[in-house]
Protein backbone atom coordinates (compact mmCIF):
# COMPACT_ATOMS: atom_id res chain seq x y z
CA UNK A 1 0.00 0.00 0.00
CA UNK A 2 0.82 3.45 -0.58
CA UNK A 3 2.74 5.90 2.07
CA UNK A 4 -0.42 7.15 2.80
CA UNK A 5 -2.58 4.41 3.79
CA UNK A 6 -0.22 3.21 5.41
CA UNK A 7 -0.14 6.30 7.63
CA UNK A 8 -3.77 5.89 7.64
CA UNK A 9 -3.20 2.37 9.29
CA UNK A 10 -1.37 3.80 11.96
CA UNK A 11 -3.82 6.20 13.01
CA UNK A 12 -5.62 3.78 15.17
CA UNK A 13 -4.17 2.05 18.15
CA UNK A 14 -5.87 -1.02 16.99
CA UNK A 15 -3.92 -0.92 13.42
CA UNK A 16 -7.22 -1.74 11.54
CA UNK A 17 -7.14 -1.92 7.76
CA UNK A 18 -8.50 1.09 5.55
CA UNK A 19 -10.53 0.61 2.34
CA UNK A 20 -7.92 1.87 0.23
CA UNK A 21 -5.74 -1.11 1.84
CA UNK A 22 -8.60 -3.70 1.37
CA UNK A 23 -8.80 -2.57 -2.34
CA UNK A 24 -5.59 -4.41 -2.90
CA UNK A 25 -6.10 -7.20 -1.01
CA UNK A 26 -8.55 -8.42 -3.51
CA UNK A 27 -8.83 -6.88 -6.59
CA UNK A 28 -12.50 -8.93 -7.16
CA UNK A 29 -11.59 -12.27 -7.93
CA UNK A 30 -14.29 -13.92 -9.33
CA UNK A 31 -11.40 -31.42 11.34
CA UNK A 32 -8.35 -33.54 11.84
CA UNK A 33 -7.10 -30.51 14.46
CA UNK A 34 -4.99 -30.33 17.48
CA UNK A 35 -5.90 -28.44 20.61
CA UNK A 36 -2.38 -28.29 21.62
CA UNK A 37 -3.25 -29.19 24.44
CA UNK A 38 -0.35 -30.76 26.37
CA UNK A 39 -1.22 -32.34 30.25
CA UNK A 40 1.73 -31.68 32.89
CA UNK A 41 2.91 -34.43 34.56
CA UNK A 42 1.88 -35.36 37.59
CA UNK A 43 4.19 -36.89 40.57
CA UNK A 44 2.20 -38.07 43.46
CA UNK A 45 4.73 -40.45 44.51
CA UNK A 46 4.62 -41.18 48.04
CA UNK A 47 6.90 -43.58 49.47
CA UNK A 48 6.15 -46.31 51.77
CA UNK A 49 2.38 -48.28 52.15
CA UNK A 50 -0.45 -46.20 53.80
CA UNK A 51 -3.23 -47.42 55.94
CA UNK A 52 -6.84 -47.04 54.89
CA UNK A 53 -7.23 -43.66 56.14
CA UNK A 54 -4.04 -42.45 54.48
CA UNK A 55 -5.28 -44.42 51.34
CA UNK A 56 -8.71 -42.87 51.13
CA UNK A 57 -7.23 -39.37 51.59
CA UNK A 58 -4.60 -40.28 48.85
CA UNK A 59 -6.80 -41.19 46.33
CA UNK A 60 -9.16 -38.12 46.75
CA UNK A 61 -6.44 -35.94 45.75
CA UNK A 62 -5.57 -37.99 43.08
CA UNK A 63 -9.36 -37.79 41.92
CA UNK A 64 -9.34 -33.59 42.54
CA UNK A 65 -6.04 -33.30 40.70
CA UNK A 66 -7.03 -35.63 37.71
CA UNK A 67 -10.83 -33.51 37.50
CA UNK A 68 -8.45 -30.48 37.78
CA UNK A 69 -6.24 -31.53 34.93
CA UNK A 70 -9.01 -32.56 32.48
CA UNK A 71 -11.10 -29.24 33.24
CA UNK A 72 -8.18 -27.25 32.15
CA UNK A 73 -7.50 -29.64 29.30
CA UNK A 74 -11.24 -28.89 27.92
CA UNK A 75 -10.86 -25.30 28.70
CA UNK A 76 -7.57 -25.07 25.85
CA UNK A 77 -9.51 -26.88 23.40
CA UNK A 78 -12.53 -25.39 23.85
CA UNK A 79 -12.93 -23.47 20.64
CA UNK A 80 -12.19 -26.65 18.22
CA UNK A 81 -13.72 -29.18 20.48
CA UNK A 82 -17.20 -26.94 20.43
CA UNK A 83 -17.04 -25.97 16.62
CA UNK A 84 -15.13 -28.53 14.08
CA UNK A 85 -15.61 -31.70 13.28
CA UNK A 86 -13.32 -33.21 9.77
CA UNK A 87 -12.12 -30.20 7.69
CA UNK A 88 -13.01 -32.54 4.67
CA UNK A 89 -16.85 -32.86 5.63
CA UNK A 90 -18.75 -29.85 5.40
CA UNK A 91 -21.95 -31.34 6.38
CA UNK A 92 -20.46 -32.39 9.80
CA UNK A 93 -18.79 -28.71 9.67
CA UNK A 94 -20.12 -26.26 12.86
CA UNK A 95 -19.66 -22.77 11.72
CA UNK A 96 -18.76 -20.32 13.78
CA UNK A 97 -20.25 -16.30 12.89
CA UNK A 98 -17.60 -13.86 14.30
CA UNK A 99 -17.82 -10.16 13.62
CA UNK A 100 -15.07 -6.91 13.51
CA UNK A 101 -16.50 -3.46 14.61
CA UNK A 102 -14.32 -0.85 15.05
CA UNK A 103 -15.12 -0.03 18.53
CA UNK A 104 -13.66 -2.65 19.45
CA UNK A 105 -12.46 -3.99 22.00
CA UNK A 106 -12.84 -0.16 23.62
CA UNK A 107 -16.61 -0.76 22.63
CA UNK A 108 -19.26 -3.52 22.66
CA UNK A 109 -21.75 -0.95 21.36
CA UNK A 110 -21.18 -1.64 17.73
CA UNK A 111 -21.77 -5.64 18.30
CA UNK A 112 -24.88 -4.79 20.42
CA UNK A 113 -26.02 -2.94 17.46
CA UNK A 114 -25.28 -6.51 15.47
CA UNK A 115 -26.75 -8.75 17.45
CA UNK A 116 -30.08 -6.35 17.46
CA UNK A 117 -29.83 -5.69 13.52
CA UNK A 118 -29.29 -9.43 12.60
CA UNK A 119 -30.57 -11.57 15.71
CA UNK A 120 -26.87 -12.77 15.34
CA UNK A 121 -24.36 -12.86 18.55
CA UNK A 122 -21.17 -13.05 17.29
CA UNK A 123 -19.27 -16.05 19.07
CA UNK A 124 -15.91 -14.89 17.99
CA UNK A 125 -15.00 -11.23 18.14
CA UNK A 126 -11.78 -9.88 16.25
CA UNK A 127 -9.44 -6.54 17.01
CA UNK A 128 -6.20 -5.93 15.91
CA UNK A 129 -3.64 -5.33 17.95
CA UNK A 130 -0.22 -3.45 17.66
CA UNK A 131 3.26 -4.19 19.04
CA UNK A 132 3.62 -3.91 22.30
CA UNK A 133 0.50 -3.38 23.34
CA UNK A 134 -0.59 -5.59 26.01
CA UNK A 135 -3.24 -8.33 25.78
CA UNK A 136 -6.85 -6.91 26.56
CA UNK A 137 -8.29 -9.06 29.16
CA UNK A 138 -11.06 -7.21 30.06
CA UNK A 139 -12.26 -7.35 26.28
CA UNK A 140 -11.60 -10.76 26.33
CA UNK A 141 -13.07 -11.47 29.45
CA UNK A 142 -16.41 -9.39 28.54
CA UNK A 143 -16.84 -11.48 25.12
CA UNK A 144 -16.52 -14.74 27.27
CA UNK A 145 -18.99 -13.81 29.47
CA UNK A 146 -21.29 -12.90 25.76
CA UNK A 147 -20.25 -16.13 24.63
CA UNK A 148 -17.52 -15.33 22.32
CA UNK A 149 -13.70 -15.89 21.94
CA UNK A 150 -11.66 -12.85 21.46
CA UNK A 151 -9.74 -13.32 18.31
CA UNK A 152 -6.52 -10.80 18.28
CA UNK A 153 -4.66 -10.27 15.33
CA UNK A 154 -1.27 -9.18 16.58
CA UNK A 155 0.42 -6.22 13.62
CA UNK A 156 4.04 -6.21 13.96
CA UNK A 157 4.26 -2.73 13.15
CA UNK A 158 8.19 -0.80 13.36
CA UNK A 159 9.72 -4.19 14.04
CA UNK A 160 12.07 -6.25 12.42
CA UNK A 161 10.91 -10.02 12.58
CA UNK A 162 14.40 -11.03 12.51
CA UNK A 163 14.91 -9.47 15.80
CA UNK A 164 11.74 -11.17 16.97
CA UNK A 165 12.86 -14.49 15.79
CA UNK A 166 16.60 -13.97 17.65
CA UNK A 167 14.53 -13.07 21.37
CA UNK A 168 14.88 -9.46 21.31
CA UNK A 169 11.75 -8.80 22.23
CA UNK A 170 10.84 -12.03 24.59
CA UNK A 171 10.10 -9.64 27.28
CA UNK A 172 6.98 -8.31 26.04
CA UNK A 173 5.89 -11.70 24.51
CA UNK A 174 6.65 -13.33 28.17
CA UNK A 175 4.63 -10.61 29.53
CA UNK A 176 1.74 -10.99 26.48
CA UNK A 177 2.18 -15.02 27.10
CA UNK A 178 1.65 -14.78 31.02
CA UNK A 179 -1.62 -12.26 30.81
CA UNK A 180 -2.70 -15.19 28.14
CA UNK A 181 -2.43 -17.66 30.29
CA UNK A 182 -3.42 -16.09 33.63
CA UNK A 183 -7.00 -15.67 31.43
CA UNK A 184 -7.40 -19.25 31.34
CA UNK A 185 -10.09 -18.89 28.65
CA UNK A 186 -9.54 -19.68 25.15
CA UNK A 187 -8.13 -17.39 23.04
CA UNK A 188 -7.48 -17.18 18.61
CA UNK A 189 -4.05 -15.53 18.29
CA UNK A 190 -3.01 -15.07 14.54
CA UNK A 191 0.49 -12.99 14.26
CA UNK A 192 1.41 -10.69 10.52
CA UNK A 193 -1.80 -11.20 8.77
CA UNK A 194 -1.74 -11.15 5.12
CA UNK A 195 2.09 -11.66 4.88
CA UNK A 196 1.26 -12.73 1.05
CA UNK A 197 -0.01 -9.22 -0.06
CA UNK A 198 2.55 -5.97 0.03
CA UNK A 199 0.29 -4.05 1.97
CA UNK A 200 2.26 -4.34 5.17
CA UNK A 201 5.82 -4.11 6.56
CA UNK A 202 5.73 -7.95 7.00
CA UNK A 203 4.71 -8.70 4.05
CA UNK A 204 5.29 -10.09 0.17
CA UNK A 205 8.40 -8.12 -0.92
CA UNK A 206 8.99 -6.36 2.03
CA UNK A 207 10.00 -9.30 4.94
CA UNK A 208 11.02 -12.46 3.65
CA UNK A 209 8.71 -15.82 3.99
CA UNK A 210 12.20 -16.88 5.77
CA UNK A 211 11.90 -14.50 8.67
CA UNK A 212 8.25 -14.33 8.85
CA UNK A 213 8.50 -18.32 9.32
CA UNK A 214 11.50 -17.79 12.05
CA UNK A 215 9.39 -15.36 14.07
CA UNK A 216 6.19 -17.26 14.26
CA UNK A 217 8.09 -20.19 15.38
CA UNK A 218 9.77 -18.14 17.94
CA UNK A 219 6.56 -16.76 19.28
CA UNK A 220 4.30 -20.24 19.34
CA UNK A 221 7.37 -22.03 20.90
CA UNK A 222 7.90 -19.14 23.53
CA UNK A 223 4.50 -19.51 24.85
CA UNK A 224 4.54 -23.20 24.76
CA UNK A 225 7.13 -22.81 26.37
CA UNK A 226 5.57 -20.77 29.63
CA UNK A 227 2.90 -23.25 29.74
CA UNK A 228 0.10 -21.51 27.86
CA UNK A 229 -2.05 -23.90 26.39
CA UNK A 230 -5.26 -22.14 25.83
CA UNK A 231 -4.42 -20.50 22.53
CA UNK A 232 -5.35 -21.72 19.26
CA UNK A 233 -2.75 -20.32 16.51
CA UNK A 234 -4.08 -19.31 13.46
CA UNK A 235 -2.30 -18.65 10.14
CA UNK A 236 -4.24 -16.41 8.14
CA UNK A 237 -3.26 -15.49 4.71
CA UNK A 238 -4.92 -13.22 1.70
CA UNK A 239 -6.80 -14.76 -1.18
CA UNK A 240 -4.07 -15.47 -3.92
CA UNK A 241 -4.29 -13.01 -7.40
CA UNK A 242 -1.37 -13.76 -9.34
CA UNK A 243 -2.11 -11.38 -11.95
CA UNK A 244 -2.48 -8.41 -8.91
CA UNK A 245 0.69 -9.12 -7.20
CA UNK A 246 -0.94 -11.57 -4.83
CA UNK A 247 1.07 -14.83 -4.75
CA UNK A 248 0.48 -18.06 -2.85
CA UNK A 249 1.21 -18.32 0.58
CA UNK A 250 2.64 -21.54 0.54
CA UNK A 251 6.46 -20.13 1.11
CA UNK A 252 5.23 -18.57 4.50
CA UNK A 253 3.57 -21.60 5.96
CA UNK A 254 5.69 -22.31 9.51
CA UNK A 255 4.91 -25.99 9.63
CA UNK A 256 2.25 -28.62 10.99
CA UNK A 257 3.20 -28.47 14.38
CA UNK A 258 3.01 -24.61 14.46
CA UNK A 259 -0.42 -24.13 13.48
CA UNK A 260 -4.33 -25.24 14.41
CA UNK A 261 -6.21 -23.45 11.96
CA UNK A 262 -5.51 -21.50 8.94
CA UNK A 263 -6.97 -18.00 8.28
CA UNK A 264 -8.40 -16.64 4.56
CA UNK A 265 -8.78 -12.90 4.03
CA UNK A 266 -10.94 -12.13 1.09
CA UNK A 267 -14.00 -9.41 -0.14
CA UNK A 268 -16.60 -9.66 -2.37
CA UNK A 269 -15.58 -6.45 -4.43
CA UNK A 270 -16.77 -7.76 -7.89
CA UNK A 271 -20.11 -7.97 -8.44
CA UNK A 272 -19.98 -11.28 -10.58
CA UNK A 273 -17.46 -12.84 -7.44
CA UNK A 274 -18.55 -15.86 -6.27
CA UNK A 275 -17.29 -17.95 -2.86
CA UNK A 276 -15.59 -19.92 -5.20
CA UNK A 277 -14.38 -18.19 -7.79
CA UNK A 278 -12.71 -15.85 -4.22
CA UNK A 279 -11.61 -18.23 -2.27
CA UNK A 280 -11.62 -21.42 -4.12
CA UNK A 281 -8.31 -21.40 -5.11
CA UNK A 282 -6.93 -20.27 -2.13
CA UNK A 283 -8.57 -22.86 -0.19
CA UNK A 284 -7.01 -25.29 -2.83
CA UNK A 285 -3.77 -24.18 -2.32
CA UNK A 286 -4.16 -24.22 1.29
CA UNK A 287 -5.19 -27.83 1.39
CA UNK A 288 -1.78 -28.72 -0.26
CA UNK A 289 -0.41 -28.39 2.85
CA UNK A 290 -2.56 -29.24 6.10
CA UNK A 291 -5.51 -30.84 6.18
CA UNK A 292 -5.96 -27.65 9.35
CA UNK A 293 -9.49 -26.25 10.39
CA UNK A 294 -9.96 -23.14 7.73
CA UNK A 295 -11.86 -20.00 8.80
CA UNK A 296 -13.01 -17.09 6.56
CA UNK A 297 -10.87 -14.59 8.64
CA UNK A 298 -11.99 -11.21 7.33
CA UNK A 299 -14.67 -10.61 4.72
CA UNK A 300 -17.21 -8.58 3.70
CA UNK A 301 -19.18 -7.09 0.41
CA UNK A 302 -19.84 -2.98 0.14
CA UNK A 303 -23.24 -2.32 -0.70
CA UNK A 304 -22.98 -1.24 -4.45
CA UNK A 305 -22.31 -5.16 -5.53
CA UNK A 306 -25.65 -6.61 -4.10
CA UNK A 307 -24.84 -6.87 -0.83
CA UNK A 308 -27.60 -9.13 0.36
CA UNK A 309 -26.63 -12.11 -2.23
CA UNK A 310 -23.09 -11.79 -1.14
CA UNK A 311 -24.05 -12.47 2.07
CA UNK A 312 -26.03 -15.61 1.00
CA UNK A 313 -23.29 -16.97 -1.30
CA UNK A 314 -20.80 -16.53 1.64
CA UNK A 315 -22.75 -18.47 4.25
CA UNK A 316 -23.61 -21.16 1.48
CA UNK A 317 -19.89 -21.05 0.77
CA UNK A 318 -18.58 -21.80 3.88
CA UNK A 319 -20.82 -24.43 4.20
CA UNK A 320 -20.23 -26.25 1.16
CA UNK A 321 -16.48 -26.22 1.29
CA UNK A 322 -16.73 -27.80 5.10
CA UNK A 323 -15.03 -24.49 6.55
CA UNK A 324 -15.17 -22.89 10.42
CA UNK A 325 -17.17 -20.25 9.23
CA UNK A 326 -16.15 -16.44 8.57
CA UNK A 327 -15.48 -13.30 10.59
CA UNK A 328 -17.50 -10.37 8.85
CA UNK A 329 -15.85 -6.99 8.44
CA UNK A 330 -18.08 -4.50 9.96
CA UNK A 331 -16.94 -1.05 8.82
CA UNK A 332 -18.30 1.72 6.71
CA UNK A 333 -19.87 0.30 3.56
CA UNK A 334 -18.91 -2.92 5.11
CA UNK A 335 -21.74 -2.55 7.81
CA UNK A 336 -25.12 -4.57 7.05
CA UNK A 337 -27.83 -1.98 7.59
CA UNK A 338 -30.15 -2.29 4.50
CA UNK A 339 -32.75 -4.51 5.33
CA UNK A 340 -32.32 -7.25 2.95
CA UNK A 341 -28.91 -7.52 3.56
CA UNK A 342 -30.47 -7.48 7.22
CA UNK A 343 -32.78 -10.21 6.10
CA UNK A 344 -30.03 -12.18 4.26
CA UNK A 345 -27.86 -12.16 7.16
CA UNK A 346 -30.65 -13.77 9.57
CA UNK A 347 -31.75 -15.96 7.04
CA UNK A 348 -27.81 -17.66 6.75
CA UNK A 349 -27.74 -17.97 10.09
CA UNK A 350 -30.81 -19.76 10.89
CA UNK A 351 -29.65 -21.83 8.26
CA UNK A 352 -26.57 -22.76 9.73
CA UNK A 353 -28.19 -23.45 13.38
CA UNK A 354 -30.78 -26.25 11.66
CA UNK A 355 -28.06 -27.91 8.87
CA UNK A 356 -25.64 -28.38 12.71
CA UNK A 357 -26.31 -31.35 15.12
Known amino acids: MSA ?65 ATLLLIGAAFPLLMKSRSSNDSKQSI ?8 GLPLSYAGVNAFTTATGVRPDVLMYYS ?4 PFQSGFATTAAKRGAVPLVQINPYGINLAAVASGQYDDY ?48 TLFRGLGVRNVTWMWTVNVMETAGGIPSPRPWWPGKAYVTWVGIDGYYY ?33 TDVGQPAKIADLFAG ?24 IAAFRRGAAAYQKATP
Open 4 to 68: TEEASARQSDYSEPNPGMLRRRNRGLATNRRSGAVAGDIDAAVHGTPGPGRRRRRTAVWVSVVVS
Open 95 to 102: PYVGLYDR
Open 130 to 133: TWNE
Open 173 to 220: LNQYAEAVRSYHRPVILSLGHEMNGSWYPWGYTRTSPAAFIAAWRHVV
Open 270 to 302: NPSATFASLFGPTITTVREVTGDPILIGETGAP
Open 318 to 341: VRLYGLLGFVWFSVADYSINDPDA
